[in-house]
């Protein structure tokens, strides 16, 4: 069931949406539909498997967000002809003519995107060498890639740093290898899979990600010609092939954004359908967001998420891999839990400093402490590594308006939601950080009938 609610804005009204600030006033809940494209962490990652065919492909429902754009140019200066499609959100991709560029192209484009590292291993077959970057960190951690790079040695590139960034060559060519990462990371997963598809013989990779975003890519690989099966206990066997050719392709849909807005709805005390969200890919937070008191609909092209009226439970979570509870969900989740009647506790342990974005929570009023360590003897299935950290959050406390400075993608969508449910005005900058990963977010905020001015 949709919910049709009207848009306090006048019908027609023309409003600057670009801007980098909003001035948000409180106490509107988020009413209506929003519609959610294809996955950030899946779309980007299909955008660069695409240099692996020897013929075009097509990907659709691509969310219009600087994170693809930065992917877009990075083929662009590397020869790929990227064309936009007849319907919104479809890519026409001619890798044909690939070639090698130039550092400083690669280097202007890059931003704080960690997405070039993935090009390693499709440059290395069609060009026999890569360059990449530094990869900068970011605020929820340092983002190390050692497990890329020992990935890719162990398939037999030479990795020579340098001030600039990392150059790699593969003068015996590539070939298949046994890689155990030491940790399920998405990004050396994806590293192998896109390594591994053309390389001479088998790779076996032990201690895989098996996230969502990760099997639709592999879907993706398999369109191409490769030979890949997943197996139990996180082993994924990839048989090298000699050709792939291009794919078309539906982009998942993003996990990260349906679970930011269906946690707005709570907070705001809103009514939002989530069109394009699906059951089985949100099914741990689905559970997580009924026990904190959420109510949610499932249908066929969606699902229905609102605060079904009554008080907020607490809860205690710990962030893990899939299909764990995600990581790119607490930050909203935080929100809603300052809301909940007694102590919640979240247990982060995939990032080692994912709660800055708590010091603006605790400015509005929030009661937020981070324990940076993790708590002490809290009881754990497994050994954890040893940067985990903790939150506690004590409710419900009451949010007054702040002035805040976003800090990353996840935390800029809590400190909105946050500023959206609190009491007075809030001026939140830093906002084009969001938009890198919610596509025209500020449009969706308008037509949800949030009260709030953007200024440049
Ligand atoms: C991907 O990041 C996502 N980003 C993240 O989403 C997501 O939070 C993360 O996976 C976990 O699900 C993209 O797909 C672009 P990891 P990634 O490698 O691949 C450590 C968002 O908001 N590590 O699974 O970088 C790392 O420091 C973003 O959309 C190493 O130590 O995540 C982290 O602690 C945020 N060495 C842990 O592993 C490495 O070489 C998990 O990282 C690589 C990772």
């Given amino acids: 069931m949709k919910t049709d609610v009207q848009n306090p804005r006048k019908a027609g009204e023309q409003v600057n949406l670009k801007g980098d600030t909003l001035i948000i006033r409180g106490g509107n809940p988020l009413r209506g539909v929003v519609d959610v494209r294809g996955a950030k962490n899946l779309a980007t990652k299909a955008m660069v498997a695409a240099l692996l ?74 060009l026999g060498e890569a360059f990449i970057p530094d990869l900068g960190g970011c605020r929820i951690g340092d983002r190390p890639i050692d497990f890329h790079l020992d990935a890719l040695r162990a398939f037999g590139a030479v990795v020579d740093k340098s001030y600039e960034g990392i150059h790699l060559t593969a003068p015996d060519g590539l070939k298949g290898a046994d890689i155990h990462l030491p940790y399920p990371s998405v990004g050396a997963t994806e590293q192998v899979l896109l390594t591994a598809v053309r390389a001479t013989g088998t790779t076996e990779l032990r201690n895989a990600a098996i996230e969502p975003e990760i099997m639709d890519l592999i879907a993706i690989l398999q369109k191409m010609g490769a030979i890949i099966s997943v197996e139990p206990n996180r082993v994924i066997l990839i048989e090298g092939v000699d050709r792939l050719t291009g794919f078309t392709h539906r982009s998942l849909f993003d996990r990260n954004e349906a679970a930011s807005w269906a946690t707005a709805a709570l907070v705001t005390h809103g009514d939002i359908f989530v069109a394009g969200a699906k059951q089985s890919e949100l099914m741990t937070f689905l559970n997580v967001f009924r026990k904190v008191g959420g109510g949610f609909d499932i249908d066929e092209d969606g699902i229905r998420f609102y605060h079904p009226g009554g008080e907020l439970k607490p809860v205690t979570i710990e962030t893990d891999v899939h299909p764990g509870f995600m990581t790119d969900w607490q930050q909203p989740l935080v929100v809603a839990l300052t809301q909940a009647n007694g102590v919640s506790v979240v247990h982060e342990t995939v990032y080692e400093n994912r709660f800055g974005f708590t010091e603006a929570l605790n400015e509005m009023g929030a009661n937020i402490v981070v324990h940076p360590r993790g708590l002490p003897n809290t009881p754990r299935r497994v050994a954890r590594r040893d940067f985990e950290q903790a939150a506690v959050i004590t409710g419900p406390t009451p949010l007054h308006g702040a002035n805040i400075l976003v800090p990353d993608l996840r935390g800029g969508f809590s400190h909105v939601i946050a500023a959206l449910s609190a009491d007075g005005v809030s001026r939140v900058s830093n906002v084009d950080l969001i938009r890198r990963g919610y596509e025209h977010f500020v449009d969706k905020l308008a037509g949800l009938g949030a009260d709030f001015d953007v200024e440049d």
Avoid at 89 to 115: C, K, M, W, Y
């Fill in 53 to 126: 065919g020897e013929t075009p492909s097509i990907l659709r429902d691509v969310p219009d967000i600087s994170d693809v754009g930065v992917v877009r140019g990075l083929l662009e200066v590397h020869g790929v002809v990227v064309t936009n499609g007849e319907t919104a959100g479809e890519i026409h991709l001619n890798p044909t003519d690939v070639e090698t560029a130039h550092f400083a192209q690669v280097d202007a484009l890059a931003s704080s995107s960690r997405i070039p590292i993935l090009f390693c291993g499709p440059l290395l077959h069609r």
